[in-house]
């Protein structure tokens, strides 16, 4: 299994809004409405922001949106504050083989 | 509360062997499926394995297929994972995560709870 792309940095200021990519194949993030988006502190556990594309779990701000197209997978962060300095990673349902991650992305703001 | 406590993470030699526990507790085991996700140091999130709800659907990453079992008693709410064969490249640190559970489905590739993680190092 390849881990889908994402870039390995990102950054905005205050106030602003980052969007970070996660480019699969049609055997999983084109392949399935199943994306998943996953914060990650220095230090701390993975916490899930967004499940099945778009869809938020209870207590996540709405600050925090996903979305799909073709084959590539987006999590935009509006508004961004200094406490969403995290590492962010994708994943995505693949079939047969089940869970695909991406590598990761570091958002910094500035 | 709803948490999960890994516990059975060593140092181990290559070729050998360990097995991991997760202890769950504060919501309904039997309900959810499972996982097994793992970090490398200073690496991202690996998938390893998962098991669904009465434990008889396993799925493994290609890399631990024929090494890595992954099992659950629901009666004790626990999982498990045992390790064989190990090799170098499977240090990491190993999370229990549950399957998230929305309003009317649930879901094997998404994991909203996680364990603190035990750390498995494979060295001579």
């Known amino acids: 299994q390849s881990a889908l792309t994402q870039p390995p940095s990102a950054s905005g200021s205050p106030g602003q809004s980052v969007t970070i990519s996660c480019t699969g194949t049609s055997s999983d993030v084109g392949g399935y409405n199943y994306v998943s988006w996953y914060q990650q502190h220095p230090g701390k556990v993975p916490k899930l922001m967004i499940y099945?594309?778009?869809k938020r779990p209870s207590g996540v701000p709405d600050r925090f949106s996903g979305s799909k197209s073709g084959n590539t997978a987006s999590l935009t962060v509006s508004g961004l504050q200094a406490e969403d300095e995290a590492d962010y990673y994708c994943g995505s349902f693949a079939g047969i083989k089940t869970v695909v991650f991406g590598g990761g992305t570091k958002l910094t703001v500035l | 509360e709803v948490q999960l406590v890994e516990s059975g993470g060593a140092l181990v030699q290559p070729g050998g062997s360990l097995r991991l526990s997760c202890a769950a507790s504060?919501?309904?085991?039997?309900?959810?499926?499972m996982s097994w996700v793992r970090q490398a140091p200073g690496k991202g999130l690996e998938w390893v394995a998962d098991i669904n709800q009465d434990g008889n659907d396993k799925q493994y990453v290609d890399s631990v297929k024929g090494r890595f079992t992954i099992s659950r008693d629901n009666a004790n709410i626990s999982l498990y994972l045992h390790l064989n064969s190990l090799r170098v490249d499977d240090t990491a640190v190993y999370y229990c995560a549950r399957g998230y559970c929305g309003p009317d489905r649930c879901f094997r590739n998404a994991f909203d709870i996680w364990g603190q993680g035990t750390v498995v190092t494979v060295s001579s």
């Open positions: 099945e594309v778009n």
């Open positions: 504060g919501f309904t085991f039997s309900k959810h499926l």
